[in-house]
């Protein structure tokens, strides 16, 4: 089993920061593809940003220049740094991690979703 644990999210005033960290742990092989998405009520999911074993991410257009996404692959771990923060942020944020684990099976594991709501 793969098991992803989530931290960093709360309450920020407009324009403020957050770093989101996520963990993965259990039993995995290797890690291909990192991710985080968010789901605002009401709303479906959607991507925030992503991020490959190289280093190569992809971003929503709503978040390009604000946010930035890293990895640590010798922690599995993956990082949003989320600054100028807006209202229309305020979502639940999840990680996703895609890779193989033991008996190389593939997986593909979600987080169990940390709040961000950004309010004065």
């Known amino acids: 089993q793969v098991q992803l644990v989530e931290s960093g999210g709360g309450l920020v005033q407009p324009g403020g920061s957050l770093r989101l960290s996520c963990t993965a742990s259990g039993s995995i092989l290797s890690i291909n593809r990192m991710a985080w998405y968010r789901q605002a009520p009401g709303k479906q999911r959607e991507l925030v940003a992503g991020?490959?074993?190289?280093?190569?991410?992809n971003y929503a257009d709503s978040v390009k220049g604000r946010f930035t996404c890293s990895r640590d692959n010798a922690e599995n771990m993956v990082y949003l740094q989320m600054n100028s923060l807006k209202p229309e942020d305020t979502a639940v944020y999840y990680c996703?991690?895609?890779?193989?684990?033991?008996?190389?099976?593939?997986?593909?594991?979600w987080g169990q979703g940390t709040q961000v709501t950004v309010s004065s």
């Open positions: 996703n991690v895609e890779g193989l684990r033991y008996g190389f099976r593939n997986f593909n594991a």
């Open positions: 991020i490959t074993r190289g280093g190569s991410t």
